[in-house]
């Protein structure tokens, strides 16, 4: 069975760091393509991040590039999503995915959701 589970979302400060995790099971994880993407009451789902195997590339989108950097660890099963310089807008339910390669750009790609979690962004 495939699990993504993800944690580490927290209320937080503008201009403070959290860092995100995702275990993953039930599946090759070093083989697969992975991101983050949130979900915000009343918007769409937004793709924020992909770590890409093959190819192999890594994709931020414009909202964040240069404050959340996407990262696995192979022996753990794990992607991490670091985000720095967080804005009241950045509040969301962060959710990450997997797909089988080879990876493609859009979110229609990825077969499995994890059930996400909460980040919160005071002013």
């Known amino acids: 069975e495939v699990r993504l589970v993800e944690s580490g979302g927290q209320l937080v400060q503008s201009g403070g760091s959290l860092r995100l995790s995702c275990a993953a099971s039930g599946f090759a994880f070093r083989n697969y393509c992975m991101g983050w993407s949130r979900q915000a009451p009343g918007k769409e789902r937004e793709g924020l991040a992909r770590d890409n195997t093959i190819p192999s590339a890594t994709y931020y989108a414009d909202s964040v590039k240069g404050r959340f950097t996407i990262s696995r660890d192979n022996a753990k099963n794990t992607l991490y999503l670091q985000m720095d310089s967080l804005k009241p807008e950045d509040t969301a339910i962060y959710l990450c995915?997997?797909?089988?390669?080879?990876?493609?750009?859009?979110?229609?790609?990825?077969?499995?959701w994890g059930q996400g979690t909460q980040v919160t962004v005071s002013s």
């Open positions: 995915a997997a797909a089988p390669p080879p990876c493609q750009r859009s979110l229609s790609q990825y077969v499995h």
